[in-house]
């Protein structure tokens, strides 16, 4: 069985502040329901309390979870600050799903072993925030903190980047050949051709596929190329290649479940 694990970072746009990406995540959406495509939607605390009647409505479809209250390197807080966005994070939730998260991705993919200790005492199953490789000229991005398994599992409470035996798994945001991600941005900028390439070089049985609510919007400024109805073209293209290839996709919850239940089984 492949798998591909297909989420979406749903927060504000860092250098507008702008809720535009989330009040138009229908865009995307509409794409992985053509696909049939199950997902994981990461929301900031902040999206979820401006808009929780989407939110509710987007959950008849799809899995949401948690990228912490507000987007903010988890490096530039302190613990107790972390635990304080996920306990609001978490009060939030149930308020209006009456029910816990499962998922939890940090911002900009920075997370350590101390924040895996908070994320069990709150009760989350799973983890999404690793990015294991990262291309060589490119590993200054603030997420990139060595390499670590490609594939779903359980870390190591003295170094989440090593097999251990926390029970919370860890879902990594795999790479491709030449380490690089499958990620909105860079399929964005670099087009689905060359990541149909890629997979002539490396076509492993997980991949993660992650992306920007706002990745569907048109914006304009840094880092803008490709955005909007290019993207979405390019977004409907690559579903339509995967399944060709033969992946299934995969929110995080039931990544989770079906390891539980050995129907997934992570490579050792």
């Known amino acids: 069985m492949k798998i591909c694990f297909l989420s979406i970072d749903v927060e504000k746009k860092e250098e507008t502040?702008?809720?535009?990406?989330?009040?138009?995540?229908?865009?995307?959406?509409?794409?992985?329901k053509k696909h049939r495509a199950a997902a994981t939607l990461f929301v900031t605390g902040?999206?979820?309390?401006?808009?929780p009647d989407l939110f509710k409505n987007w959950a008849k479809d799809f899995e949401i979870g948690c990228h912490s209250y507000v987007h903010i390197c988890l490096d530039r807080i302190n613990i107790n600050e972390f635990e304080k966005q996920i306990k609001d994070f978490v009060d939030l939730y149930e308020k209006i799903f009456?029910?816990?998260?499962?998922?939890?991705?940090?911002?900009?993919?920075?997370?350590?072993?101390a924040h895996l200790e908070i994320l069990e005492k709150y009760g989350f199953a799973y983890d999404a925030s690793v990015l294991p490789g990262y291309p060589l000229k490119l590993r200054h991005y603030a997420g990139y903190r060595g390499e670590a398994p490609q594939e779903p599992y359980w870390p190591d409470k003295r170094d989440y980047r090593k097999k251990g035996?926390?029970?919370?798994?860890?879902?990594?945001?795999?790479?491709?050949?030449?380490?690089?991600?499958?990620v909105g941005t860079w399929l964005r900028k670099l087009g689905v051709k060359f990541f149909k390439a890629l997979f002539i070089f490396k076509n492993p049985h997980f991949i993660s596929f992650?992306?920007?609510?706002?990745?569907?919007?048109?914006?304009?400024?840094?880092?803008?190329?490709?955005?909007?109805?290019?993207?979405?073209?390019?977004?409907?293209?690559?579903?339509?290649?995967?399944?060709k290839i033969g992946y299934e996709f995969r929110s995080g919850e039931e990544i989770y479940n079906e390891i539980q239940k050995s129907k997934f089984k992570i490579d050792e």
């Open 17 to 32: 502040s702008s809720f535009e990406g989330v009040k138009r995540l229908d865009n995307i959406l509409n794409i992985f």
């Open 98 to 113: 009456q029910q816990k998260p499962k998922g939890f991705r940090a911002p900009r993919n920075v997370i350590q072993n």
């Open 210 to 243: 992650s992306m920007h609510s706002w990745d569907g919007v048109r914006f304009d400024g840094k880092g803008s190329y490709g955005s909007g109805e290019k993207y979405l073209k390019q977004l409907d293209e690559m579903l339509k290649y995967l399944r």
């Open 165 to 182: 035996e926390i029970k919370i798994l860890e879902i990594p945001q795999s790479t491709l050949a030449f380490d690089f991600p499958l």
């Open 46 to 51: 902040e999206a979820l309390n401006a808009y």
